[in-house]
Every structure is written in structure tokens, then in C-alpha cells.
């Protein structure tokens, strides 16, 4: 990404409109931007899915599924890991680790991100 004295600063809203693990999807100049909240801390992605340009941004959230192995590595089922959020693209599919914005399985594959910042109360996507 560019250096932030370069990008300007666009307010999206209060910070209480975006719980924890939740989203805001805000329209903004041409782009569509969807702002996630993880942990406490703000992920910003262009709406759009590099497989096939879905609207990423919009799709289900989901914590990721992990193998139960236990000492023997033996296999005893799934759980989920509600440590690492995904966002599943509606169109096909693809999911994306929310706080890297990479795809789960081909890791060259990533959402466009955006630098976020929340300060005084107010959420600014920097464009």
C-alpha cells in the first residue's frame, strides 16, 4: 500500500456500528468496501473477489474449521476455530482469512485491502 500522506481520509461511520465480528459494506468514490471488526481491531477489503469478482465482502462470516487430532494423530471430527474469522464470497465460494484478506488455500490469492483507522469515536477508510 502507499504511504498514508498520500491517501485521504474518508469518515464511514460511528465505531459502535460495527460489533465485534461484525461488518459494515460502505460505498465509497467508485468502490465498494466492505470494514470488518476482529478482536477488537478494523479490516478494510474492496468488495470484490479476485476468483471471479463476487462481492466478497458480503458474504456469510464463519469461524474456520480445524481437524480434531489428538496426541496419536488420530482424527476425531471437526470443530470450529472461533479465533479466525473467514468471509465466504457468495458467488463461488471462496473464503478469506479476515484479518490477512488471504485466500484459506491459495495464499497468493488475496482481497485488495485498505489502511483503517478509528480515532475519536469514527471510523476512517483511508482511499
Known sequence: MAETSTKTAVLVGRSEIIPEK?????DVDDRTIGIFRVGDKLY???NVCPH???PACQGRIVPRVRENIDEQQLAHGMRFDE????????WHGAEYK?????????????????????RDGEIYVLV
Open 44 to 46: 478494510a477489503y474492496e
Open 52 to 54: 471471479q469478482g463476487g
Open 83 to 90: 479465533d479466525e474469522l473467514h468471509v465466504v464470497c457468495p
Open 22 to 26: 461484525g461488518r459494515l459494506i460502505v
Open 98 to 118: 479476515i484479518t490477512t484478506g488471504q485466500h484459506v488455500t491459495v495464499p497468493q490469492m488475496r482481497l485488495h485491502g485498505f489502511d483503517v483507522e478509528e
